[in-house]
């Protein structure tokens, strides 16, 4: 086979099947549509009300924002190659998606982290929580969270570009990810693998531990707390943000977390969609659905009339 360092690939996509096809593109269209829409309403109500610019929810806008991009680096292509049965993809399209898919997948990590951090001085330092989390402060955390990704991102990148590829070669994937392209090389690939794996370690494991660590710390604090009530109270502020963590790092381990032999079967690729368009599709409705204030707010900026039944 020839080599070269700019190839065109084919995207193999989600089902070989046409008869399937319409029915998966009328399925990933609805979840893109609804992505759009629960993250753009979300960053609508939070930048609506006053009473929601605080630093949790700050982080929560953020969130909403990297999640309407996140689906949109996949899910635009995926459907159009469902739509088309073409999956044709250049070289430069396929490193300019891999890399804003770097890009806001570290930055879901990230401010997960960081959200995690901001529950764990409300609960554990209350007293000193409006000293620690000013506006200032969050906002030069959050912009120094996006210089990171970019950074990292970009250094993936530019090794990346070195590569030699087979030429016209089929992608099991239905988007461009990097352990595919790896085994699509004809170059050495370890220095680009023991990249990632620092990499990953320092933006995969890294934020991992500190969420961990963080709710342990919390955990502990609300164990404190003398009454039942306040404990409730305590935990009611952390369970969406926490399961939106467990989401996310599900569906993340059951997608990287296998052997290289399994990246193109069903469960893998179930995984992928899950982690690609279902998770960030979710992720508002967890917050709004289970959080009083958002409900409160949603209800205003949309003029709803009568009460909510909250929980």
């Known amino acids: 086979m020839n080599c070269s360092r700019t190839p065109d690939f084919v995207l193999a996509g989600l089902s070989r099947g046409p008869g399937n096809r319409p029915v998966l593109f009328g399925v990933f269209l609805v ?111 959050v912009g120094g969270l996006w210089g990171v990704a970019h950074f990292v991102s970009l250094v993936h990148i530019l090794f990346l570009s070195q590569l030699y590829f087979y030429t016209n070669q089929e992608i099991p994937h239905f988007f461009c990810d990097f352990g595919p392209l790896f085994r699509l090389s004809c170059s050495d690939t370890h220095p680009n693998e023991i990249l990632m794996m620092l990499l990953t370690g320092l933006l995969g494991i890294g934020p991992l531990l500190c969420i961990i660590s963080s709710y342990t710390h919390i955990f502990q604090a609300v164990a404190r ?25 599900s569906t993340v381990f059951a997608t990287y977390l296998k052997p290289p032999s399994t990246s193109r079967s069903a469960g893998a690729l179930a995984a992928a969609v899950t982690y690609t368009l279902v998770t960030p599709t979710l992720n508002p409705f967890i917050y709004s659905l289970r959080n009083r204030d958002v409900k409160s707010s949603l209800k205003r900026v949309l003029g709803i009339e009568g009460s909510w039944d909250y929980d």
């Not at 759009?36 to 979300?42: C, I, S």
């Not at 890009?103 to 529950?119: E, G, K, S």
């Not at 707390?225 to 305590?234: L, R, T």
């Open 31 to 141: 979840l893109y549509l609804v992505s759009l829409l629960g993250n753009a309403l979300l960053l609508l109500v939070i930048g609506a009300d006053v009473r929601l610019h605080t630093p949790m929810y700050f982080f929560l806008s953020q969130l909403s924002l990297v999640d309407l991009c996140f689906t949109s680096t996949t899910a635009p292509k995926m459907l159009e190659d469902l739509w088309t049965s073409h999956g044709s993809i250049s070289f430069c399209g396929c490193l300019s998606q891999l890399y804003f898919f770097a890009v806001f997948a570290d930055m879901d990590n990230l401010l997960l982290t960081a959200m995690a951090i901001d529950r764990y001085v409300s609960i554990c330092h209350p007293l000193h929580y409006p000293l620690l989390m000013t506006p200032c402060r969050c906002g030069l955390l």
């Open 225 to 249: 707390v003398p009454s039942a009530q306040g404990k409730k109270k305590a935990l009611a502020t952390c369970s969406s943000h926490l399961s939106m963590v467990i989401l996310f790092y």
